[in-house]
């Protein structure tokens, strides 16, 4: 696979060497002079200097080929973004993936259609929330591109699902649960695993489910 | 008639000051205060000071029922990202992006957004003005 990664800071370097690792070929475009110089003697010729948002750099890195892939993980988001567009509009790059440094920005590659996106701070925050005691429900994993998502509902003695067995509660259609996590064990839900009073139990659901779902679980 | 100037630095001042004199009610907008003085001290119009890209600073310069807007923050990929959100979310037809990048100012306006590119213009004003010179030397001769 050919693969262009736009930024070479702590991920986009590291990204390179591993997917490099994996036997992968790709091209590091990096705009900081001191930055690149650094690199360029590990990169050699698989390493460009210049702003990965204007046109000419981009096709001396290969976008002309076009990449199977592109990865835009600079730190800054609006260059993450236009990096993206450009590579899809003017140079048929199938795929794109953008990091989001800056989690209110979420909404703008959402309205340009740019995904999948990563947010360090998103994962990391899921991850909190994850560990704080009765916390309600946890988005785990979003599949924006299914629209589906991941997640996780703690329940206590107030939920109305507590008693219930799985194949008796009135679950939303567009939603499934996975697993019902207990006393430090996860096990599958079956449609006879009956949930009691912290229990975690895992769910996969299609947008716009959430609410549904939160009803069935969740006092109100 | 509402307008919005996002960036209120050498051009987006003189924008809104030029826009305000011809009859529009104008808001600024810009992550520095001090852009304020850049309007004079006489300034009627509107004025919010925060970062262009966030939403809530657009909301309170009153995006959502703005008839135009003018971006020019120094950025070009900030402007091409929020010129983005003023078409596409907005839906206000009459956004125009100032984007220095002759290249990208191009590749955009190929995808439907209304850029203007301050060097293109500086670069064809060179170029006629060297010409005419030559010509005119020329006929000279």
């Known amino acids: 696979m050919y693969i262009v990664i736009a930024g070479g800071g702590q991920i986009g370097a590291n990204l390179a060497r591993s997917v490099h690792a994996l036997g992968h070929e790709a091209t590091l475009i990096e705009q900081r002079r001191g930055r690149f110089d ?3 003697d590990e990169f050699e010729e698989r390493i460009q200097l210049g702003d990965a948002t204007e046109i000419h750099v981009l096709e001396r890195a290969g976008l002309a080929r076009p990449p199977d892939l592109v990865v835009a993980v600079t730190g800054d988001d609006e260059d993450n973004l236009i990096i993206c567009q450009i590579a899809r509009e003017h140079f048929g790059v199938g795929k794109v993936i953008a990091r989001v440094n ?6 703008y590659f959402d309205l340009l259609g740019i995904m999948p996106t990563i947010s360090a701070t998103s994962i990391i925050l899921a991850m909190i929330e994850h560990e704080v005691p009765e916390h309600g429900l946890v988005h785990l994993l979003e599949l924006r591109q ?23 509660l009135d679950l939303p259609p567009g939603s499934r649960l996975i697993s019902v996590m207990r006393g430090g064990r ?31 679980f969740l006092k109100s | 008639m509402k307008a919005l100037v996002i960036g209120c ?14 009859g529009w009610e104008v808001t600024a907008v810009d992550e520095n205060e001090a852009a304020l003085s850049r309007l004079g001290d006489r300034w009627a119009g509107g004025f919010v000071v925060g970062h262009g890209m ?7 310069a009153g995006i959502a029922d703005a008839d135009a807007v003018v971006v020019a923050t120094d950025g070009d990929n900030t402007n091409l990202v929020i010129g983005q959100l003023a078409q596409k979310q907005f839906g206000i037809e009459a956004t125009v992006v100032r984007v220095l990048d002759p290249a990208r100012a191009r590749l955009y ?33």
């Open chain 1, 102 to 107: 800056d989690p209110r920005n979420q909404h």
């Open chain 2, 54 to 60: 966030d939403l809530d600073v657009l909301g309170k």
């Open chain 1, 38 to 40: 650094r690199l360029e």
């Open chain 2, 109 to 141: 306006s190929e995808l439907g957004l209304w850029t203007i590119s301050p060097t293109s213009t500086a670069i064809t004003a060179l170029t006629d003005a060297v010409q005419t010179f030559a010509e005119k030397a020329g006929a000279e001769a």
């Open chain 2, 9 to 22: 630095g050498r051009v987006g001042s003189a924008v809104a000051l030029e826009l305000h004199r011809v």
């Open chain 1, 146 to 168: 299914e629209e589906l998502e991941i997640v996780e509902v703690q329940l206590d003695e107030t939920s109305p699902s507590v008693g219930k067995r799985v194949d008796g």
């Open chain 1, 186 to 216: 996860a096990s599958l839900a079956e449609g006879d695993t009956e949930l009691r009073a912290g229990d975690q139990v895992l769910a996969v659901l299609e947008r716009g489910k959430e609410d549904a779902l939160r009803r069935v």
